[in-house]
């Protein structure tokens, strides 16, 4: 892929994200994925939802933006620490997605953490999977892994 046209990727992608268009569409562009199933040669694979790797700066932020690059530094090193003990025996799929700010998600009620939880961390988690379904699985089977968000 050319240089002009990864950068026409790369910005769509952000403009997406901020708008908050995310769609299974959103998961085709690599950038979106922490891991994309290695080599892909293990009968099995893993999707592995990453724990929380993002807090907000104030108190109006709600949500991570995946664009974020500490964001994305921290979800990389978490992946790393966490679901790498995976790829020796599967194929791993981690996807980027928006994060509920933990701190502000510990003041609520089960019902009002569900509220939140239930809107981009849900949908995006959701999109990922039906992209990873249509594009990757292939009718493999699969371990669903997750921690703290995740």
Not at 17 to 28: E, H, P, T
Not at 56 to 73: M, P, V
Not at 114 to 135: C, G, K, S, T, V
Request: some cysteine; aromatic content about 16%; proline content about 4%.
């Amino acid at each position: 892929m050319d240089q002009d046209l990864q950068s026409f990727i790369f910005y769509v992608a952000i403009i997406a994200i901020v708008l908050g268009f995310v769609s299974a569409k959103f998961f085709q562009t690599i950038y979106n994925w922490i891991e994309t199933g290695g080599k892909r040669e293990h009968a099995v694979d893993v999707f592995h939802i990453t724990p929380t790797s993002w807090y907000g700066k104030n108190d109006t932020d709600l949500f991570s933006n995946i664009a974020d690059q500490e964001y994305r530094d921290m979800a990389l090193s978490n992946t790393r620490l966490q679901a790498s003990v995976f790829e020796p025996l599967a194929n791993l799929y981690v996807p980027h997605y928006r994060q509920l700010e933990p701190r502000f998600c510990l003041g609520l009620s089960y019902e009002g953490r569900m509220r939140y939880i239930n809107q981009e961390p849900r949908q995006d988690i959701f999109d990922a999977l039906d992209y990873y379904f249509e594009h990757w699985n292939d009718g493999k089977p699969f371990i669903l892994s997750g921690h703290s968000q995740g």
